[in-house]
């Protein structure tokens, strides 16, 4: 039963994506099943979280062959958390989609592709296995190959050839390191490598696998300096597909990076999580820079993601039970704020004409709804309070500052500062400015109909209703990512939910 | 000032928010009693326990003096807006922002919990964002809105960090608590932090130099907001804070000096500037200035008299500071321009406004029996008992209050007397609803003067208290017999005199000196922008190129650095013992997988280098036939070939090859070096790998098991569909949306549209 349970987050998406697939030409059947198998999703997550209070740690073997010899799906908190949010973000990016993507796009494939996306990152979250993993991060590679360049433009060929390019370095740096992790203890299963990693008698070679890991998932994660894919290629697709690669992708490698280094590599924690922490502090920088730089909605967004991403590796590389807590909360927080402001740029693009953050304007006056929809994550994502992102934060700055580490704190606010000049400069010239052709949003050429208005405001709107719970209503959140944290580094609890209980 | 209707009524909006501050008023005005009678009221909700968090509030002298101000003033500026912006078409957004504003006030004022009181901190300065670029198409607004956020926010982060500290060191967030421990936080080794942490934030919220000059640039507020914010509450906030902070942070050398120094040029350097503006407006900012340096400097104290001084001088201050700037509000509403030299004989057009001018300008300038009068006796008398820095504190002072008279006397007095001067709008008084805040508030520094045991026991000395954390019984009056404060007052009123005398002259000397000067807060500013901007180019032009050849050669570089140092210092290499064994048929194959890889390197055939790379994959399957797995090396041998029939047919449809020729000579050598390093690392650590015996549990359980259970002889096969089944189910997927990406690719290819940038690198770092 547990097993058809934890197998969920794997099934749904690709059911839901061979049935899109399968409704051939009605293009009206194939969104009603895309947005019900969002849902369902989403339910699925929190049905997870529901089960892991319950039970604990939940553990399906599949095939029914008992770990490690076969592959295990382990959802503790962590794994159930990130299948939730997938499925928030899922549910949200396809009603959005109904109103942005075009109908070539739809027809050739987009929403089963988009399914097949989301199957993959949930495998990634929920897999106890450490070559699995490996699989499901081919699965998201591919599929979101296949959604970047559903367009065809010139600019989105570019930008995905460079994205598949680093990928694939990372993929196969991920498959060596896997290799090795596999010949030298003889096992992939996750929490048998708890236990057998500390038995390896060379264990410089174990610190020498686990800085593989860092830089394979730090392409993946986009860390300083293997971010470079990120920038080339998110504002070249459809909006959707922006927005779900800027929640899901590079959080998938995080998710990895934190189980990896709370469950197997724990043995030169002042070696790795230090360099980990190190690297969280220039990609803050360089991210933050990044975007100081550009001029377009998109692109902007796209360079605050590598910077943001620095912040949940800091919370890891702290590896106390607060800063892990805040990567954990940070991870939740940014999926949904960041998803949320692609949405929004997608929204400003049509009602102006264009992402130029130069040749629009004028949005404050006649669209204050959406005025508000962008100022709420963005202010979040600033880390201005009372919003989710100033909890996250302020996690962060605690736990920081708790041991000692001033240095990579004062970073964390530095940075903090920027992201504010960033999103103030979108304010400034989307919003607050008059529109340099003195076009009025959202008429003439650029007017909205009814339906994609509500199509492509409600997902927002939603989202940024979370965002303002979590910051007013945080505690609950804090408990459930401090329950999380908790498992993470007391991996006993994990090691004998999977392998049974030991001596 | 477009979009105002001077004939429209005021709307019904105007009146029904205007509920809001006067029920807060009522509410704060019901804990007087209490407060005057010593008491300490205390509430707490919960909010994020698990981190430290509280909706916890405290209601001493201190709050309530500033909830009453906030409040209070509140009425009368919602009131006095409804009539200024009367047919504005944002003004419902304007009473949102007044309203978030002064909600985010009073709760910082009140709250007892640092990080809650860190939340209202930031709200009013995201409010007053909102506020200074109200006029959001005008670009000075917009620009200077920013300024003011980024600065006081860029305070607000250093402080969080103080606070932080604070609380981990005195282990609780509650501020009650805090406080309570008296100055233990003196004794710890991060003192010193918290206190430049927390004075960083204070200072930029208060605008204390260097950072003052976003108070000034504020003013492109409209003006009851400059009024309310940015004179008689919000930039008290960093004011309230050290007040609040006193008896914890305060009391040592490097707080006295501190805020002593820093208050004390603040005052006297923007009195100086104050005197040099023509702008109205811009006037009053500068002397808005002067006193929160003034407050700052009385803070910096550790004496009761010093502190009475500062709570009766925030009173004061208040009353004066918002009436003048409601009447130059009245006066640019009326008249159309707020220039000193523009304006002059209103007192006949509107003598309601004149007398609100004159009462408050009075008490501004410290003559009796105004209020303001006691305020600057008490301050002569706080300024003498502060100790070693007295003479600083006294110079300062005088200097200030002198600059005061002046700049006082020059804004009441010039727009109303003399002879009339034509202006944009033909003057005549404001409606009641401008008026009357500003003649309540300026007869109330007069009131106060006469009777100031109204204002004493109930509210500035408890704040005072709070302060100093000691009870007092000290009480103002305006009569304290011949002494040194009086002599004092003597002299100020004197000098303040002459200069009004001399006003003109004094306005071009001062004019002419800070033209000359090359260095301004405000310019630093633009250069730091400027600079981050320009940083940021850079960085971004080197690291995110649109290049891949240079992206590839980072990402790889970072690799063998990072794994070949960990390595070397982790002394992890190893050989294996076999190593010296290799059979003589292995050293052909090596040979053919060498030579395969030197030619796809140096050819400059695409052609020749596929086919090169395919030897090279043929010759792995070799190794693995010859190790005894067949079925693996059909599999790599069949991929092989596909590749390379594949990708041969591509690259007949391809534009010429140009090989390495444009990396240039150092860029092979620097290809070829991180090539090798790279190859040499993955190497070093294969090697080290087979170097430990391999562990076969998985082996002989599948071989264990493959029969009885998994009904199946190939043990390989068995692994792919049966024991690892979920990783073949995903391999199957990948290879399914791979096909299906290309049917896309391929049914799309008709709308493809080329961009204008085709042929040229499509730099993917810059616009």
Not at chain 2, 40 to 47: D, F, S
Not at chain 2, 148 to 155: D, E, I, P, R, Y
Not at chain 2, 197 to 202: E, N, S, T
Request: proline residues 4%; hydrophobic residues 55%; charged residues 10%.
């Amino acid at each position: 039963m547990t097993a058809w349970l934890v197998a969920l987050p794997i099934l749904v998406p690709f059911v839901t994506a061979i049935l899109a697939f399968l409704a051939g030409g009605s293009i009206t059947v194939k969104r009603w099943i895309s947005v019900a198998g969002a849902a369902v999703l989403l339910a699925v997550g929190l049905l997870l979280i529901h089960q892991v209070y319950q039970h604990g740690i939940l553990v399906g073997a599949m095939g029914d062959w008992p770990p490690p010899f076969g592959i295990a799906l382990v959802v503790d908190f962590l794994s159930a958390i990130m299948v939730a949010i997938t499925g928030i973000t899922g549910l949200a990016v396809a009603v959005y989609a109904l109103a942005e993507v075009d109908r070539a796009e739809e027809h050739v494939g987009f929403h089963p592709l988009f399914h097949l996306l989301l199957g993959g990152v949930c495998g990634a979250f929920t897999t106890g296995d450490m070559f699995n993993l490996y699989v499901w991060f081919e699965v998201m590679l591919i599929s979101s190959f296949a959604l970047l360049v559903l367009g065809s433009r010139k600019a989105q060929i570019d930008g995905a050839v460079k994205y598949v390019a680093l990928n694939l370095v990372s993929t196969v740096l991920f498959l060596v390191a896997v290799g090795l992790l596999y010949g030298m203890t003889g096992t992939l299963n996750m929490a048998d490598l708890h236990l057998t990693i500390p038995q390896v008698e060379n264990q410089g070679l174990v610190t020498a696998v686990a800085l593989m890991f860092i830089v394979a998932f730090g392409i993946k994660s986009a860390l300083f300096p293997l971010f470079f894919w990120l920038p080339a290629a998110y504002h070249t697709p459809s909006v959707s597909v922006s927005a779900i690669f800027s929640a899901l992708l590079t959080k998938v490698g995080v998710y990895a990076l934190i189980r990896v280094f709370t469950l197997i590599f724990t043995q030169d924690v002042g070696y790795t999580h230090n360099l980990l922490l190190i690297i969280a502090g220039i990609t803050m920088l360089t991210g933050v820079l990044g975007a100081a730089a550009q001029n377009e909605f998109r692109r902007i967004l796209s360079f605050h993601i590598v910077s943001q991403i620095g912040y949940m590796i800091m919370g890891l590389a702290l590896y106390t039970p607060l800063g892990v807590m805040g990567a954990v909360f940070y991870v939740v927080h940014h999926i949904i704020v960041k998803a949320n402001l692609f949405l929004v740029s997608g929204v400003a693009n049509r009602l102006t004409g264009s992402f130029e953050l130069k040749k629009i304007g004028g949005l404050y006056k006649s669209q204050p709804f959406v005025a508000v929809l962008f100022l709420v994550p963005a202010f979040s994502l600033a880390g201005l309070p009372p919003l989710s992102g100033f909890w996250a934060k302020l996690v962060l700055v605690q736990a920081g500052l708790e041991i000692g580490s001033y240095l990579i704190v004062a970073t964390a606010l530095l940075v903090g500062l920027l992201t504010i000049y960033s999103m103030t400069k979108i304010w400034n010239e989307a919003f607050w400015k008059s529109h340099p052709d003195a076009i009025e949003p959202g008429t003439g050429a650029v007017a909205l109909s009814r339906r994609d208005y509500i199509l492509l405001t409600a997902p927002i709107a939603g989202m940024a209703a979370l965002t303002v719970i979590i910051g007013l209503w945080t505690e609950p959140f804090i408990l459930l990512a401090t329950a999380a944290a908790e498992q993470l580094l007391n991996p006993d609890a994990y090691v004998n939910a999977v392998l049974g209980a030991r001596p | 000032m477009a979009g105002l209707d001077h004939d429209a009524r005021m709307p019904l909006l105007a009146w029904l928010v205007t509920l809001l501050p006067l029920a807060f008023l009522i509410l704060f005005a019901t804990y007087i009693p209490a407060v005057s009678a010593g008491e300490t009221i205390r509430i707490v909700y919960p909010w994020a326990p698990s981190i430290g968090v509280s909706l916890s509030f405290v209601i001493d002298g201190l709050s309530l003096l500033f909830a009453l101000l906030i409040s209070g003033i509140g009425v009368i500026i919602f009131l006095y807006s409804g009539s200024y912006l009367a047919g504005h078409p944002q003004i419902g957004r304007f009473y949102l922002y007044l309203a978030s504003f002064m909600v985010s006030m009073l709760g910082l004022v009140v709250a007892d919990n640092l990080i809650t009181m860190f939340v209202f901190w930031e709200l009013t300065s995201i409010t007053s964002y909102f506020l200074i670029g109200f006029n959001n198409e005008d670009q000075t607004a917009r620009r200077n809105a920013l300024q003011a956020l980024l600065v006081t926010v860029a305070g607000g982060l250093a402080m969080l960090a103080g606070l932080v500290l604070w609380a981990q060191a005195g282990d609780s967030y509650e501020l009650s608590v805090l406080l309570a421990q008296g100055h233990a936080i003196h004794a710890d080794p991060l003192y010193g932090w918290i206190l430049a942490l927390v004075l960083i934030g204070a200072f930029t919220k208060s605008a204390q130099f260097p950072f003052h000059f976003w108070l000034p640039n504020a003013m492109a507020a409209p003006t009851p907001v400059s009024a309310y914010l940015h004179s008689a509450t919000m930039v008290k906030g960093g004011v309230y804070l050290l007040a609040r902070m006193h008896p914890g942070l305060g009391g040592t050398e490097a707080w006295m000096w501190s805020l002593i120094l820093v208050g004390a040029i603040t005052a006297v350097l923007s009195s100086v500037i104050a005197v040099r503006q023509t702008d109205l407006k811009l006037k009053l900012a500068y002397t808005t200035v002067m006193a929160l340096g003034t407050l700052t400097m009385f803070l910096g104290a550790d004496t009761e008299v010093a502190l009475a001084a500062a709570m009766t001088f925030i009173l004061v201050h208040s009353l004066y500071k918002a009436t003048l700037f409601l009447v130059v509000g009245m006066i640019d509403h009326e008249t159309g321009t707020r220039q000193i030299d523009a304006v002059g004989g209103l007192r006949r057009a509107m003598p309601i406004a004149a007398a609100a001018a004159l009462l408050a300008a009075f008490s501004m300038a410290g003559f009796p029996p105004f209020f303001g009068f006691i305020g600057k006796e008490m301050m002569y008398e706080g300024a003498l008992a502060i100790g070693p820095a007295a003479p600083i504190v006294v110079v300062a002072a005088v200097a200030a209050n002198a600059l005061m008279i002046g700049v006082a006397l020059a804004v009441a007095l010039r727009p109303f007397f003399g002879p009339l001067k034509p202006t944009p709008r033909k003057p005549h008084e404001a409606p009641w609803m401008m008026w009357s805040g500003p003649i309540v508030l300026a007869a109330g520094g007069l009131l106060f003067g006469l009777f100031p045991g109204l204002v004493d026991g109930t509210l500035v000395i408890r704040a005072a208290e709070a302060v100093s954390a000691a009870p007092s019984d000290l009480y103002l009056s305006l009569w304290h017999g011949f002494n040194l404060p009086l002599l004092l007052s003597v002299i100020t009123t004197a000098l303040g005199l002459m200069l009004y005398w001399r006003y003109d002259a004094a306005m071009r000397t001062v004019d002419g000196v800070f033209t000359r000067i090359p260095m301004t807060g405000d310019r630093g500013y633009d250069a730091t922008m400027a600079g981050v901007v320009h940083v940021a180019d850079i960085q971004t032009e080197i690291l995110q190129s649109g290049i891949m050849r240079r992206y590839l050669l980072t990402v790889m570089a970072a690799f063998a650095i990072l794994v070949g140092y960990t390595l070397i210092a982790k002394d992890a290499l190893a050989l294996p013992d076999t190593l010296g064994t290799v059979p003589t048929y292995m050293w052909p194959i090596v040979g053919l997988i060498v030579a395969a890889t030197a030619v796809t390197v140096f050819t400059q055939s695409r052609l020749a280098a596929i086919c090169a790379l395919g030897t090279v994959g043929t010759a792995i399957a070799l190794v693995f036939m010859i190790f005894g797995a067949p079925d693996v090396a059909m599999t790599q041998l069949m991929v092989e070939i596909l590749v390379v029939v594949i990708v041969a047919i591509i690259l007949l449809r391809l534009p010429g090859f140009h090989g390495s020729a444009h990396a240039g000579r150092i860029g092979r050598i620097r290809d070829a070096v991180v090539a090798i390093a790279t190859g040499a690392v993955v190497t070093a650590i294969m090697l080290a790998m087979v170097s430990m015996p391999l562990d076969r549990r998985l082996t002989d359980y599948f071989e264990a098991h493959s029969v009885p259970e998994a009904h199946g002889r190939n043990i390989v096969n068995v692994i792919l569909v049966d024991f690892r089944a979920l990783d073949t189910f995903g391999e199957i997927a990948v290879v399914g949306i791979a096909g299906f990406a290309c049917y896309a690719l391929i049914r799309l290819r008709r709308r493809q549209t080329w961009d204008a940038e085709a042929g040229r690198r499509v730099a993917d770092g810059k616009p």
